[in-house]
C-alpha cells in the first residue's frame, strides 16, 4: 500500500484530461507514460560514390535512386560541370532510419514490461543538435490495457488518443503502429541547373535559361515518391491513415538537399463498416 | 465500445487479410468517414511540384521608370509552376486510380531565382472504383467537409484554377519622397502596384477557369505582398477550386437552426475585477 492509501501503485500519462476520459470509457486503462528516445551520429551529406560505380575506400557505390544530367555544351573549360546528379543519401536515411525505430523499439519495449497492449498518444519529438552534429528522435506516450482482451505479441502504437482512436475502432480500424519513412536526396547540379539556380551565366555572358529546373524538380518528385512507396510497403496490406508530409530543403555539399518524411497511423480493417448518412447541415444559435 | 475495442486488439494477432491494396490517405479519420458517406473512398497521398527558373536581374527596376510595371518573368514562373503541379499531381492521381484529389494543400515558395509550387493531397474514387474512370481527374484544395458540401448542392470541382502577377512599384520623385518623410500618407504608387498585381491575377485566374470549363471559383486563397528580397516588387496569387454545376439546377440547402443547451460558461479572468 502507497503512503497515499490507494491500493495501487500510481500510474502517469502524457493524456489530456479529455483523452483520458475517452480512454477510460473505451475501455483502456493507462499503465504508464513510456518513452523511447536515440540519438545518432549527422555528420555527413554529399555523394561518397564514385560515378564509374567502383568503391573506393569508405566511399560507397550509389544505391537507390540515381540520376545524371549531362552537359549540352561539350568541353567549355575544365571548370565547366560535365555533368550533374541527383543521388538518393541512403547513409542519412540509415541514420534516421536507426534513430527511428530503436526509439520505436525502446518505447514498445517499455510497455511491455508494464504489461500493456498498445501506446496510444504518441509525440514525436525531432531535432537537429548542429552544435554536436547529432540528430535526435525522442517518442513518448501512455502505455495502455484493453480490459478483457488478450495482449497482442506486440503492443499496438498510434499517434491517436481519445475521441479521435475511439472513432477510428468504431469504423472498424484497429490501429497496428505508426509508421514513418524518410527519403534524403542530394542535388548536384549540371551546369544548366547551377545556371538556373544563380539565376545566370556570370561575368556578364547572359540569363538563365527560364522554364523548370528539371534536376530540382525531378528529386523533388523522386524524393516524395520513394518515402510514399517506403512507407506503403510498410503497409502490407493495412491502410495508413492521417498521414502528413513533410519537406525540408536546403544547401549543403555546394547544392540543395531534398528530405522528406511521411509518417502517419497504419491501422487494419477488422469489421465491415454500413456507409453513414450524409449528416444534416445546421446552423447553431451561438456567437462562438 | 469496449468490445470494438477487444476485437481491434483481438484482429492484431491476424494477418491483413489478403490481396487488401495498402491505402495510403492524409484524411482524419472524420474526412475518411464523411467521404465514405458521400460514396467516396480514398486511394493514395498524391504528391505534384514545380520548380521554375527566375533569371537573375528579373526584379530589378529600370532607373527612372514612374509607372507600375509587370515582373513577365517572375509572372511566368509562378502560373507554369501551378500548371505543371496540378499536372504532375494529376497524373499521379490517374496512375492511383483516383477520379480526383481532395483537400491539397498548396505550397508557394518565391526565391530570387526559383518558384516553387508543391501539392499534396489524397486521391480518391467512388466506392469500388466507379463506372468509369474520368477523363482528367478533378484537383480541389477544398475539405472534404466542403468536397461532399458541394457535390450534395449538385456542383462538381473541375481543377485548381490560379492566377498571378508581379509589379514592380516605381520609384518615387525625390521631391514627393522628400515631402513624405515623416508623414504617415499613403504611398500611391505601392497602392498602384499592388492594384495593377491584383487586377491582372485575378483575371488570369478567372481565365484559367474558364479554360478548364468552370463556371466559377470557390473557396479563393490568396498571398500578396512585397516580396522579401526584392521589397519594392508586389506578388498577388490568387488560386482557388473552379466548379460547375452537372446537377439540371443549384440544390438549395436548407440548414436546420439548432440552439445548443450547453453554452460556454467558462472561467474569465475579467470575472475576478
Redo the contacts between chains.
Sequence with gaps: MTESGATEPAWSSGLSTNDFAACLSSGLRPLGFVQGCSVVAWLFYGAPFSTSGIGFGSYQQPSGYFEQFNCPHGFVSTEHRIAGYNYQQTWVEDAWNAAFFSALKRLTDEARRLGAHGVIGIVERAEHHGDISAFELSLSGTAVLVEGADAPDSPFTTFLAGQKLNKLVEAGFAPVSIAQSFVSIGVYGSCITEYQLRGGIGWGFGMAPTGEVDQVARAHTAARMIARESIRKQLAGDVLHAASLSARDHESQGGPQIEISIRGNRVRRFKDFEQLPLPRPVVRLVDR | ??D??????????L????????????????E???L????FEPT??V?G??????????FMIPYGQNEPAEVT?AT??VT?AFR?AAG?LRN?CGQAGGFGAVGVEV?VEIG???AKV?F?GTAVRP?GGGAKEPVRPFVTDLSTKDF??LL?AGWEPVDLASGASFVAAPYRGLRQSIAQTTQNVELPNLTQALQDAREKAMERMQRDALGSSAQGIVDVSIIDGPLGHAHHVFAFICYGTAVRLVADQHQR????????LD??SGFEASSLR
Excluded: C, F, W
Design positions: 465500445m469496449n470494438d475495442m477487444r476485437a481491434a486488439v483481438a484482429a492484431l494477432h494477418p491483413p487479410k489478403a490481396g487488401s491494396p495498402s491505402i495510403t490517405s492524409d484524411l482524419t479519420i472524420d475518411s468517414l464523411l465514405h458517406g458521400a460514396g493514395d497521398l504528391t511540384i514545380s520548380v521554375q527558373a527566375i533569371p537573375y536581374g528579373s518573368y511566368q514562373a507554369d505543371s504532375r499521379v505550397e530570387a531565382q526559383t508543391a499534396t466506392i461532399v458540401l450534395r440547402i436548407e440548414p436546420e437552426l439548432v440552439l445548443p453554452d460556454y
